[in-house]
């Protein structure tokens, strides 16, 4: 389920904000999946279900999903995004940030895995 062009027109802004300002670990993971260095089409900071999503590939029905130290305080939060998110038919991967930073090359492996 992609979100109505209303609810987007709400979250647009924020979503322009989180390109504006990567994080670290989002600025190093979208170098490999934009452009479609991983053979598939990825956005960034793009709104699934009302939600906006770290990177999703809407082709193969993979959201990406990045966690940062505020994530450890909204587990609960992210539990239920989650299930929304599967329940529209999507595959929900998340990393930690700093997987990301110290062991890009797995990262990039159970992305391409998922793509198969």
Known sequence: MLTNKKLWKNLKPKAQENRSNPTDAEAILWAV???????FRFRRQH???????????IERKIIVELDGEIHLRKIEYDDE???VLNDSGFNVIRFKNEHVINDLNTVIQVIKDALK
Do not use: Q
């Open 47 to 57: 709104a699934i279900a009302e939600y906006i999503v770290d990177f999703v590939c």
């Open 81 to 83: 995004r989650t299930k």
């Open 33 to 39: 999946l934009r452009n479609k260095k991983l053979g």
